[in-house]
């Protein structure tokens, strides 16, 4: 896929974010919007995957440790093929396939339960720890939140990832600067956190993570570094794509109304 078939499917997803949580009435579309580039290139550029046979043991494997961000996993997974694009509207609906945060044992692709914040690194660290027994090749992308990061177990993870060099490993952490109810710098401020991840021994890449280009060289760049785990520190508007949404962090947890909706997919057209 073009860089410029990207920016299409990116916009698709976000249009599928808003119309998904607008029609639930509920779920996380600011941290969805804002990782949406991220996603895009790595399920449409990036992964080695393949829809049709999801538990395919070669598979690279995504990691969604911001649980509440699963409109957009769902969404990624939906134009993928893994499962119809119908199925999305029926988010956090009741037996729905697709619950407000990712489930594991009921979701075709989703490789981990998540919505505890703070445990997907670990879990990544322990796929690339059973890929490198099994003699496999696959990676392992673990995609976190900036606020996420407050969380220790993301620095005992990231320690022990390091440990074991584990170069198979590259995690993303979104950076927009907004958590539940504010700014992370008021909340606890784990700036300078490129600084951070780089004392932990880990190879840091800094991009604009609404920048498709690169994106895709970061993440082309950490398949070439050997001997510890590559971060990927992503700048990018919560809420991005829709005016009102973005920096706004009162649409951390809030669906848009109809009314809203109908002005968010004008902006996305
Ligand atoms: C362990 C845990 N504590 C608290 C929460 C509630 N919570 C859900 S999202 C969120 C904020 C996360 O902020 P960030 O990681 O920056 O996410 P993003 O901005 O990308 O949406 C919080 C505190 C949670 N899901 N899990
Ligand atoms: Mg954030």
Same mark, same amino acid.
């Given at each position: ?106 979701? /075709?692709? !989703? ?6 914040? *703070?445990? =997907?690194? &670990? @879990?990544?660290?322990? #796929? $690339? ?99 510890? /785990?590559? !971060? ?6 919560? *809420?991005? =794509?829709? &005016? @009102?949404?973005?920096? #706004? $962090? ?20």
């Amino acid at each position: 896929m073009s860089v410029e078939e990207l920016k299409a499917k990116a916009r698709l997803l976000r249009r599928h974010i808003i119309e998904m949580t607008a029609e639930a009435g509920s779920g996380h579309p600011g941290g969805s919007l804002s990782s949406a580039d991220i996603v895009t290139a790595l399920y449409f550029k990036v992964l080695r995957h393949d829809p049709r046979n999801p538990h395919w043991p070669d598979r690279d494997r995504f990691i969604l440790s911001k649980g509440h961000a699963a409109p957009l996993l769902y969404a990624a997974l939906a134009e993928s093929g893994y499962f119809p694009v119908d199925e999305l509207l029926t988010l956090r609906k009741l037996n729905s396939r697709m619950q407000g945060h990712t489930d594991r044992g009921i979701t /075709p692709g !989703v490789e981990m339960s998540s919505g505890a914040l *703070g445990q =997907g690194l &670990s @879990f990544g660290a322990g #796929v $690339a720890l059973a890929a490198r027994l099994d003699k496999k090749g696959h990676r392992t992308y673990v995609l976190l939140g900036d606020g996420e990061c407050d969380e220790g177990q993301v620095w005992e993870a990231a320690m022990a990832a390091a440990h074991y060099k584990l170069d198979s490993v590259t995690a993303i952490v979104d950076r927009n600067g907004l958590q539940i109810d504010g700014w992370c710098c008021d909340v606890m401020n784990t700036e300078p956190l490129p600084d951070k991840w780089c004392a932990f021994g880990w190879h840091v890449i800094e991009v604009d993570g609404h920048d498709m280009g690169q994106l895709i060289d970061a993440f082309d760049q950490a398949k070439k570094v050997k001997g510890q /785990p590559t !971060v990927v520190i992503a700048r990018t508007v919560k *809420g991005k =794509g829709v &005016s @009102f949404m973005e920096n #706004v $962090a009162g649409f951390h947890g809030k669906a848009p109304t109809a009314d809203e909706a109908k002005r968010a997919l004008k902006e996305l057209e």
